[in-house]
């Protein structure tokens, strides 16, 4: 297991931008990805990024937009989010990835909310 710290969360106007972080308790040696989870809704895979930094995806919603990079040197995996729209809004969390599943147990998260 690892643990995973998510900061960097808050309150943006539409069309503004955060840059989330994840710190992990050690080196990972697997992908690392992001998911959330809004209101009523099931959380949901957002980005994964490879273990060296290659092999990024992230899903159509957010392509374009959202940014998945790592430092590993200090145990840490960034969400950069630019162009926020409303529908953005919702507890973002880290993880180590498998494919697109989920490895530890989950952090506490941290809260993104877009205002119209």
């Known amino acids: 297991q690892v643990q995973l710290v998510e900061s960097g969360g808050g309150l943006v106007q539409a069309g503004g931008s955060l840059r989330l972080s994840c710190a992990a308790s050690r080196r990972t040696f697997s992908g690392m990805g992001w998911y959330r989870q809004a209101p009523g809704k099931e959380r949901e895979f957002v980005a994964r990024i490879g273990w060296g930094g290659g092999d990024t995806y992230l899903i159509d919603s957010v392509r374009g937009r959202f940014t998945i990079s790592r430092d590993n040197a200090k145990n840490m995996v960034y969400l950069q989010m630019n162009s926020l729209k409303p529908e953005d809004t919702a507890m973002y969390y880290c993880?180590?990835?498998?494919?697109?599943?989920?490895?530890?147990?989950w952090g506490q998260g941290t809260q993104v909310t877009v205002s119209s």
């Open positions: 993880n180590r990835v498998a494919g697109v599943h989920p490895i530890d147990s």
